[in-house]
């Protein structure tokens, strides 16, 4: 899907008909051509509380996302509706509208906590969309963030304690928007005037205490606090009379209340010049298929009742995009040599640095489009098809030379062999005769351009193969004494000896050259990947140093405010980030 495409409405991503959730196959075409980088926009909150609306209006239209008038609930699942970013050129925004949370139709909760865990596994930014104020029954509404460490994992290995699993999901995780409708209160504390944000971090202030009440009220808050660091909140008055909601995408603006669409218009802005294309960890940009590999992973997890790990989707994703990078690559070799060589080259050398030129390009277009290539598996797997391109394109060079030398031999000695046929040369001094011919014949083979690599060895084996008319032209030749026929003998012996290590050394040049040939290739592998792995730590790095200095903003508010129990555990999950961080890394092995 290209800036020009445009979808004309939303359709179904994840379907959610019978208790099960189902990804809908035309969903996944539509991602799939969205070669763009993504921005993903997640929407949850409870039903009849007018997220489709705002959705429709990130989308830059009035009707969309069905809105809904009655109490039923009208959003089955996820639906997705992707749309050009107005605000980022060459980009895709793809909004995702979830179906009402607490819907009493459904009377099972269990589905609302996979799609409220989907949102947050899909968006790069995660919109929570509630009634009024925030009071403790919007905090337990949003129970599904407690769940969220029941529901999700970041890494995939069964040694991984909760703690840790909660420790990674920031670097994970989307930014938290808080949208309060139909909002009532005067924005103030002590008497002096605050902004949304504040009134949203007020009320996340933790209660002291130890009873099971000051639990269940810090619980929510805590790990809001914990998992979205980056927090933004948004207030909205009543956009029209109550009377006139039930037909919002009909009113016109102006009979919309003003402060409302003002409030409308700053969200808007917000979210388009905030939220970023979705990354994975890596600083992998995500795509429409990346998206979609994305999906699929974590609902077919959901389906065979495992939990969704976001670990193991990289790495799933990592195998599709890697297998695709080798076939780039491979494809970019064959195009860059088809181009470049002809057979036969002059020298073996000729064709091995064409090849080796064309391999450096073709390591670095798949170190381009890898990531996460474990155990460089993939990288090896170039390796060996590059190698075994290598060989063939030697046979077939050796194959080359072979035949347009043993063309050229018919085309300048066959005139010689008919004289032979005739017995032109059976007659006295014939034998002498011949040699010097056939020597003459053989200068003129050898200023012949572009034989290639086979050039002696044709010619030894063509001159071998005709040992036996030089041999019986040289016992007739009644010109010639016995002396001189054992000299010629003795020369004749002393030549193929000469030819016989010549061709020895050849072989031996050969096989030298192919062998730097190979260690040339490892060591470009070896740097490239090098190369790699160092930009890759400093990416993580980075990642790694946001959500430390993220963490450590969160231990100290906790700290001042007085809860060292729970700063104390924030102190823990840093100091294993920390450990982990600096014995993490790649190894370089591609033997």
Same mark, same amino acid.
């Given at each position: 899907?290209?800036?020009?495409?445009?979808?004309?409405?939303?359709?179904?991503?994840?379907?959610?008909?019978?208790?099960?959730?189902?990804?809908?196959?035309?969903?996944?075409?539509?991602?799939?051509?969205?070669?763009?980088?993504?921005?993903?926009?997640?929407?949850?909150?409870?039903?009849?509380?007018?997220?489709?609306?705002?959705?429709?209006?990130?989308?830059?239209?009035?009707?969309?996302?069905?809105?809904?008038?009655?109490?039923?609930s009208?959003?089955?699942?996820?639906?997705?509706?992707?749309?050009?970013?107005?605000?980022?050129?060459?980009?895709?925004?793809?909004?995702l509208?979830?179906?009402?949370?607490?819907?009493?139709?459904?009377?099972?909760?269990?589905?609302?906590?996979?799609?409220?865990?989907?949102?947050?596994?899909?968006?790069?930014?995660?919109?929570?969309?509630?009634?009024?104020?925030?009071?403790?029954?919007?905090?337990?509404?949003?129970?599904?963030?407690?769940?969220?460490?029941?529901?999700i994992?970041?890494?995939?290995?069964?040694?991984?304690?909760e703690?840790?699993?909660?420790?990674?999901?920031?670097?994970?995780?989307?930014?938290f928007?808080?949208?309060?409708?139909?909002?009532?209160?005067?924005?103030?504390?002590?008497?002096?005037?605050?902004?949304?944000?504040?009134?949203?971090?007020?009320?996340?202030?933790?209660?002291?205490?130890?009873?099971?009440?000051?639990?269940?009220?810090?619980?929510?808050?805590?790990?809001?606090?914990?998992?979205?660091?980056?927090?933004?909140?948004?207030?909205?008055?009543?956009?029209a009379?109550?009377?006139?909601?039930?037909?919002?995408?009909?009113?016109?603006?102006?009979?919309?209340?003003?402060?409302?669409?003002?409030?409308?218009?700053?969200?808007?802005?917000?979210?388009?010049?905030?939220?970023?294309?979705?990354?994975?960890?890596?600083?992998?940009?995500?795509n429409g298929?990346?998206?979609?590999?994305?999906?699929?992973?974590?609902?077919?997890?959901i389906?065979?009742?495992?939990?969704?790990?976001?670990?193991?989707?990289?790495?799933?994703?990592a195998?599709?995009?890697?297998?695709?990078?080798?076939?780039?690559?491979?494809?970019?070799?064959?195009?860059?040599?088809?181009?470049?060589v002809?057979?036969?080259?002059?020298?073996?050398?000729?064709?091995?640095?064409?090849?080796?030129?064309?391999e450096?390009?073709?390591?670095?277009?798949?170190?381009?489009?890898?990531?996460?290539?474990?155990?460089?598996?993939?990288?090896?797997?170039?390796?060996?098809?590059?190698?075994?391109r290598?060989e063939?394109?030697?046979?077939?060079?050796?194959?080359?030379?072979?035949?347009?030398?043993?063309?050229?031999?018919?085309?300048?000695?066959?005139?010689?062999?008919?004289?032979?046929?005739?017995?032109?040369?059976?007659?006295?001094g014939?034998?002498?005769?011949?040699? /010097?011919?056939? &020597?003459? *014949?053989?200068? =003129?083979?050898?200023?012949?351009?572009?034989?290639? @690599?086979? #050039? +002696?060895?044709t010619?030894?084996?063509?001159?071998?193969?005709?040992?036996?008319?030089?041999?019986?032209?040289? /016992?007739?030749? &009644?010109? *010639?004494?016995? =002396?001189?026929?054992?000299?010629?003998v003795?020369? @004749?012996? #002393? +030549?193929?000896?000469?030819?016989?290590?010549?061709?020895?050394?050849?072989?031996?040049?050969?096989?030298?050259?192919?062998?730097? &040939?190979?260690?040339k290739?490892?060591?470009?592998?070896?740097?490239?990947?090098?190369?790699?792995? +160092?930009?890759?730590?400093?990416?993580?790095?980075?990642?790694?140093?946001?959500?430390?200095?993220?963490?450590?903003?969160?231990?100290?508010?906790?700290?001042?405010?007085?809860?060292?129990?729970?700063?104390?555990?924030?102190?823990? +999950?840093?100091?294993?980030?920390?450990?982990?961080?600096?014995?993490?890394?790649?190894?370089?092995?591609?033997?």
């Amino acid at each position: 899907m290209t800036s020009e495409t445009h979808m004309p409405g939303p359709v179904c991503l994840i379907e959610n008909t019978t208790g099960q959730l189902v990804v809908n196959q035309e969903a996944l075409k539509i991602l799939s051509a969205v070669t763009q980088p993504v921005v993903v926009v997640a929407i949850v909150g409870l039903y009849r509380t007018g997220k489709s609306y705002l959705m429709n209006k990130l989308a830059g239209q009035k009707k969309g996302f069905s809105l809904g008038s009655t109490v039923q609930s009208q959003t089955k699942g996820i639906w997705m509706w992707c749309v050009p970013h107005p605000k980022k050129p060459k980009h895709t925004l793809v909004l995702l509208d979830t179906e009402g949370l607490g819907d009493v139709e459904k009377g099972d909760n269990q589905n609302d906590s996979w799609i409220f865990a989907l949102a947050v596994l899909l968006s790069n930014t995660f919109i929570y969309n509630s009634m009024g104020t925030i009071n403790q029954e919007a905090m337990d509404q949003l129970h599904y963030v407690i769940e969220l460490t029941d529901r999700i994992r970041a890494n995939s290995s069964p040694d991984n304690s909760e703690l840790e699993d909660s420790a990674d999901f920031v670097s994970f995780f989307p930014a938290f928007v808080w949208t309060l409708r139909d909002f009532y209160l005067q924005l103030e504390a002590n008497g002096q005037p605050i902004s949304a944000d504040e009134y949203l971090e007020h009320s996340l202030k933790l209660k002291q205490g130890t009873d099971q009440k000051s639990k269940d009220f810090n619980e929510p808050r805590l790990c809001i606090r914990k998992f979205f660091p980056k927090r933004k909140c948004f207030i909205f008055d009543r956009p029209a009379p109550r009377k006139d909601l039930v037909r919002l995408e009909q009113l016109k603006e102006e009979d919309l209340n003003p402060e409302f669409i003002e409030q409308t218009k700053e969200f808007y802005s917000y979210i388009l010049s905030h939220s970023n294309a979705k990354t994975l960890p890596g600083g992998i940009t995500v795509n429409g298929p990346r998206l979609e590999s994305l999906v699929l992973t974590y609902v077919n997890a959901i389906s065979s009742g495992e939990l969704p790990c976001m670990e193991n989707a990289v790495l799933a994703l990592a195998q599709i995009e890697n297998s695709a990078a080798v076939q780039k690559a491979i494809a970019h070799y064959d195009q860059q040599m088809s181009r470049k060589v002809q057979l036969p080259t002059d020298t073996l050398q000729e064709l091995l640095d064409l090849d080796r030129a064309s391999e450096r390009e073709a390591i670095e277009v798949f170190m381009k489009n890898s990531f996460k290539d474990v155990d460089q598996k993939f990288q090896k797997e170039l390796g060996a098809q590059l190698e075994a391109r290598r060989e063939e394109f030697c046979k077939r060079n050796v194959k080359a030379s072979s035949d347009h030398c043993m063309a050229l031999l018919q085309d300048i000695f066959g005139p010689l062999e008919e004289d032979v046929k005739q017995g032109i040369f059976s007659k006295p001094g014939g034998y002498r005769l011949f040699i /010097q011919k056939k &020597q003459e *014949l053989e200068k =003129k083979y050898h200023k012949a351009p572009r034989k290639g @690599i086979q #050039a +002696e060895e044709t010619l030894n084996k063509y001159l071998k193969s005709k040992e036996d008319v030089a041999d019986s032209l040289l /016992q007739t030749d &009644q010109s *010639l004494t016995e =002396k001189e026929r054992e000299i010629e003998v003795e020369r @004749i012996k #002393a +030549e193929c000896a000469e030819a016989a290590n010549k061709m020895l050394k050849e072989i031996q040049m050969k096989n030298e050259q192919m062998m730097e &040939q190979k260690e040339k290739s490892y060591q470009e592998h070896v740097k490239q990947l090098t190369e790699k792995m +160092e930009q890759d730590r400093a990416q993580l790095m980075a990642e790694q140093e946001r959500t430390l200095t993220l963490k450590l903003q969160e231990q100290k508010l906790l700290l001042d405010e007085g809860f060292r129990k729970e700063s104390e555990k924030l102190h823990e +999950e840093i100091q294993k980030m920390k450990m982990r961080s600096s014995s993490s890394g790649p190894s370089c092995n591609i033997l």
